[in-house]
């Protein structure tokens, strides 16, 4: 690692609730150590974070990337060292620093389907920025594409969700795959998302991969989603927060 900051990447299935568990640990970061510097990286091109965070985004990594492809197209020759000064100076001024965390998103890539480009931008960007925090909340895109590009190759705790079905643990379980080959974690581990109630948590199979916390159902959530409020709003004594906090104890982050 390049610097000491604790990198939390969050990884798993589309629709597990990815992005919920994501804003729960801003949460609990910035109520546990309000003198520390946090940042959330919405990885996910889906672009859900900023929602749950309450915030508005002006400018995505993407942009900025396409700023600096137009300008080295335009035949503007400046140095390769110039531009990635400006890519640092325009990413540090598109981070939103609101109440307690700062927040950037990377937002969609320019032609459907194809991540390369920006996957790449990304990991550079990941690097500088979490030399400046000391805490650092990613939530990824569903699926392995992220961790097959090496994006999170440099995360200390990789978290990866899934629902009670088979399929969210089967896709947790190539994501593990993928990531004991490609990334430098510390600690993984799973948290199993959305129970209809505990007595499912029997026939559910990780395939190894520790269980840090199981979350039944959250009505205070869904009230939130459909409100469009800010999930960092939440009582703390709702299943996500706590679910959220118990994975954070056991990865003894908090």
Do not use: W
């Not at 990884?11 to 801003?26: E, L, M, Q, R």
């Not at 508005?56 to 993407?62: A, G, Q, R, S």
């Not at 307690?100 to 920025?129: D, H, M, Q, T, W």
């Amino acid at each position: 690692m390049d610097n000491n900051a604790t990198i939390i990447a969050l990884s798993g299935k589309g629709g597990v609730g990815k992005t919920s568990i994501s804003a729960a640990i801003v949460k609990l970061l910035v109520q546990a150590y309000p003198d520390k510097k946090i940042l959330a990286i919405d990885a996910d091109p889906a672009v859900g974070l900023s929602t749950a965070l309450g915030i508005e985004i002006e400018t995505t990594i993407d942009d900025i990337r396409k700023e600096i492809v137009a300008t080295v197209e335009d035949g503007n020759t400046k140095a390769a060292v110039e531009l990635l000064g400006d890519a640092r100076y325009k990413i540090f001024d598109a981070l939103v620093e609101t109440d307690g965390f700062a927040f950037i998103a990377v937002g969609r890539p320019e032609s459907a389907g194809c991540y390369c480009k920006i996957n790449s931008y990304l990991k550079e960007v990941i690097s500088l920025l979490s030399a400046d925090f000391d805490y650092v909340v990613i939530d990824g895109e569903a699926g392995v594409e992220q961790i097959n590009r090496r994006v999170m190759e440099k995360v200390t705790h990789l978290l990866l969700i899934t629902d009670a079905s088979k399929k969210g643990t089967q896709v947790i379980s190539t994501i593990k795959s993928v990531a004991d080959e490609l990334v430098m974690y510390k600690k993984i581990g799973a948290i199993v998302n959305r129970l209809p109630d505990t007595s499912v948590i029997e026939h559910i199979n990780t395939n190894g991969i520790p269980v840090l916390s199981y979350i039944e159902n959250d009505k205070n959530l869904a009230i939130y989603d459909i409100e469009g409020k800010d999930i960092t709003k939440l009582p703390d004594d709702s299943n996500v927060v706590e679910g959220a906090r118990k994975a954070l104890k056991e990865l003894d982050i908090l």
